[in-house]
């Protein structure tokens, strides 16, 4: 007569939770889930663990940081400044930076991990711009990550404006004027941020609060979003052998993708760690208390906000009046142009679909030479960017060329025009190029470098037919109409 073994202590834990909460179903059907193995889908977990480290050394630093602007007199660590009136927010960081153990490396860390989250979340959205992923059913999850692009822009905005040293204090005086350059209600909403007349008493302790409590948590909310849907509609994949639109070729969640994502984890806390330590970020010491009456010589927001400032420094100081109102269009046309750029982006998906008539749902991601329209607008977007960053440091951009500034910005004014058509123009033509040498490739095979000599005397090269993936690869598109109708009758293709 056998007696059944009793269940150990794990399984009675384990039942009692699954008769619960249901785990056992849920472990079944999602810990087995298939993800592709691509390098660039790790864009995506470098954003997803730069904000893990955002939230742990954020954790650390509010517990020794005093969102406060009442003025006190420094005594501390850094002799520079003994004796200067400053406000509680600045003497706390300096407390943080020369006082507090591990606080100037958290403080460095924090600021680096904010840099690579941001870049991390462009980067993300190109290869998904670029490779067409944000097609349905993925449009809403496409705006998800545009919110969370969005949020964290001014995120680090009031992130870098909290220490309230005079660099920040310069970013403030921009915010101001933007603020005051609003037609009818540009003075009340200055009044109503600052808590009165600029600079006033209350904006460090505002921006703390949206800092620390209501951003983030809105920020986290829409990563748990994110990530669902992602699991939710599966992954996308490249084309390939075995690749269709109903079916995910990868490795499975758990325990190869769990490994994988936990060691890379540890890769960017190492890098971002190792940043912080080797390369000093944000000296607030450097640059002193901020004053109303002062301003930063060679004053730069965070790269992510130089192309907002380049819409300002580069537009004229036109100003009109109406009505008796006067409308600095100088400070009011970029501020608009701002958000609309941003606001692109966001609804592209929705636009693209409705000028092609597409309709169907795509699981299957392009390569971006097939969609030449498409890859010359992100580069168009792309360069138009980095020619405002330029233009947010034009004085700078002068000083080391040695150039006038007035040169310099009126290069960017033009630069503005007619780059941005030049590239979209350039990159489409690169794109049908590369085309057609895909197309040669398919009909001819793979130039080997060896030459031969026929027997009545013709020396021709000797090409290698393409493996049958290589093949699927290459052909697994719809071809743009100028190129199909260059291909010669009865081809399969």
Same mark, same amino acid.
């Given at each position: 007569?056998?007696?059944?073994?009793?269940?150990?202590?794990?399984?009675?834990?384990?039942?009692?939770?699954?008769?619960?909460l249901?785990?056992?179903?849920?472990?079944?059907k999602?810990? &087995? $889930?298939?993800?592709?193995?691509? /390098?660039? =889908?790790?864009?995506?977990?470098?954003? !997803?663990?730069? @904000?893990?480290? %955002?939230?742990?050394?954020?954790?650390?630093?509010?517990?020794?940081?005093?969102?406060?602007?009442?003025?006190?007199?420094?005594?501390?660590?850094?002799?520079p400044?003994?004796?200067?009136?400053m406000?509680?927010?600045?003497?706390?960081?300096?407390?943080?930076?020369?006082?507090?153990?591990?606080?100037?490396?958290?403080?460095q860390?924090?600021?680096?991990?904010?840099?690579?989250?941001?870049?991390?979340?462009l980067?993300h959205?190109m290869?998904?711009?670029?490779?067409g992923?944000? &097609? $349905?059913?993925?449009?809403?999850? /496409?705006? =998800?990550?545009?919110?969370?692009?969005? !949020?964290?822009? @001014?995120?680090? %905005?009031?992130?870098?404006?909290?220490?309230?040293?005079?660099?920040?204090?310069?970013?403030?005086?921009?915010?101001?004027?933007a603020?005051?350059?609003?037609?009818v209600?540009?003075?009340?909403?200055?009044?109503?941020?600052?808590?009165g007349?600029?600079?006033?008493?209350?904006?460090?302790a505002?921006?703390?609060?949206?800092?620390?409590?209501?951003?983030?948590?809105?920020?986290?909310?829409?990563?748990?979003?994110?990530?669902?849907?992602?699991?939710?509609?599966?992954?996308?994949?490249?084309?390939?052998?075995?690749?269709t639109?109903?079916?995910?070729?990868?490795?499975?969640?758990?325990?190869?993708?769990?490994?994988?994502?936990?060691?890379?984890?540890?890769?960017?806390?190492?890098?971002?760690?190792?940043?912080?330590a080797?390369?000093?970020?944000?000296?607030?010491?450097?640059?002193?208390?901020?004053?109303a009456?002062?301003?930063?010589t060679?004053?730069?927001?965070?790269?992510?906000l130089?192309?907002?400032?380049?819409?300002v420094?580069?537009?004229?100081?036109?100003?009109?009046?109406?009505?008796?109102?006067?409308?600095?269009?100088?400070v009011l046309?970029?501020?608009?142009?701002f958000?609309?750029l941003?606001?692109?982006?966001?609804?592209?998906?929705?636009?693209?679909?409705?000028?092609?008539?597409?309709?169907?749902?795509?699981?299957?991601?392009?390569?971006?030479?097939?969609?030449?329209?498409?890859?010359?607008?992100?580069?168009a977007?792309?360069?138009l960017?980095?020619?405002?960053?330029?233009g947010?440091?034009?004085?700078?951009?002068?000083?080391?060329?040695?150039?006038?500034?007035?040169?310099?910005?009126?290069?960017?004014?033009?630069a503005?025009?007619?780059?941005?058509?030049?590239?979209?123009?350039?990159?489409?033509?690169?794109c049908?190029g590369?085309?057609?040498?895909?197309?040669?490739?398919?009909?001819?095979?793979?130039?080997?470098?060896v030459?031969?000599?026929?027997?009545?005397?013709?020396?021709?090269?000797?090409?290698?037919p393409l493996?049958?993936?290589?093949?699927?690869?290459l052909?697994a598109?719809?071809?743009?109409?100028?190129?199909?109708e260059?291909?010669?009758?009865?081809?399969?293709?």
């Amino acid at each position: 007569m056998s007696t059944r073994e009793l269940p150990g202590r794990g399984e009675r834990v384990a039942d009692w939770f699954d008769g619960r909460l249901g785990i056992r179903t849920l472990g079944r059907k999602y810990l &087995r $889930k298939v993800f592709p193995d691509h /390098w660039s =889908f790790m864009l995506g977990e470098i954003c !997803l663990y730069s @904000f893990v480290v %955002l939230i742990l050394t954020g954790v650390y630093l509010t517990l020794f940081f005093h969102p406060s602007m009442n003025e006190v007199t420094y005594h501390g660590s850094y002799v520079p400044l003994n004796g200067v009136r400053m406000s509680e927010a600045y003497a706390s960081t300096l407390d943080i930076s020369f006082d507090v153990r591990g606080g100037l490396l958290m403080r460095q860390v924090h600021h680096w991990a904010a840099l690579v989250f941001v870049a991390g979340m462009l980067t993300h959205m190109m290869r998904h711009f670029f490779t067409g992923s944000f &097609r $349905k059913p993925r449009e809403v999850n /496409w705006l =998800f990550g545009w919110s969370l692009l969005l !949020l964290a822009l @001014f995120e680090g %905005l009031f992130g870098y404006s909290l220490p309230d040293d005079l660099l920040s204090g310069t970013g403030m005086r921009f915010v101001n004027g933007a603020l005051l350059s609003v037609p009818v209600v540009g003075t009340y909403l200055s009044m109503f941020l600052f808590g009165g007349e600029y600079p006033g008493h209350d904006i460090v302790a505002r921006f703390y609060s949206l800092h620390i409590l209501v951003i983030p948590g809105i920020m986290a909310a829409l990563v748990v979003a994110h990530l669902l849907l992602v699991v939710y509609h599966k992954h996308t994949q490249f084309a390939g052998p075995g690749r269709t639109e109903r079916n995910v070729v990868g490795s499975p969640f758990m325990p190869v993708y769990v490994a994988k994502a936990g060691g890379f984890f540890f890769l960017v806390f190492g890098a971002l760690a190792l940043m912080a330590a080797v390369a000093s970020i944000n000296p607030v010491w450097s640059y002193g208390p901020y004053r109303a009456d002062q301003v930063s010589t060679g004053a730069q927001p965070d790269w992510y906000l130089g192309f907002a400032e380049g819409l300002v420094r580069i537009m004229p100081g036109w100003e009109i009046t109406l009505w008796g109102h006067t409308l600095v269009l100088g400070v009011l046309i970029p501020i608009v142009v701002f958000p609309l750029l941003l606001v692109l982006i966001g609804v592209y998906p929705f636009v693209e679909a409705r000028v092609t008539g597409d309709k169907g749902e795509h699981h299957l991601l392009d390569r971006p030479r097939n969609r030449p329209v498409r890859t010359g607008f992100g580069a168009a977007w792309v360069s138009l960017y980095l020619v405002l960053l330029a233009g947010g440091g034009n004085d700078i951009v002068a000083t080391r060329l040695h150039l006038s500034i007035n040169t310099v910005t009126w290069a960017i004014r033009i630069a503005v025009f007619v780059v941005p058509v030049a590239v979209f123009v350039l990159t489409r033509r690169i794109c049908l190029g590369l085309q057609l040498r895909d197309r040669e490739r398919v009909l001819h095979g793979r130039e080997t470098g060896v030459i031969k000599r026929l027997p009545h005397g013709e020396y021709v090269e000797v090409h290698e037919p393409l493996s049958q993936a290589k093949l699927h690869t290459l052909t697994a598109h719809r071809r743009p109409g100028e190129l199909v109708e260059h291909e010669p009758r009865g081809d399969p293709r």
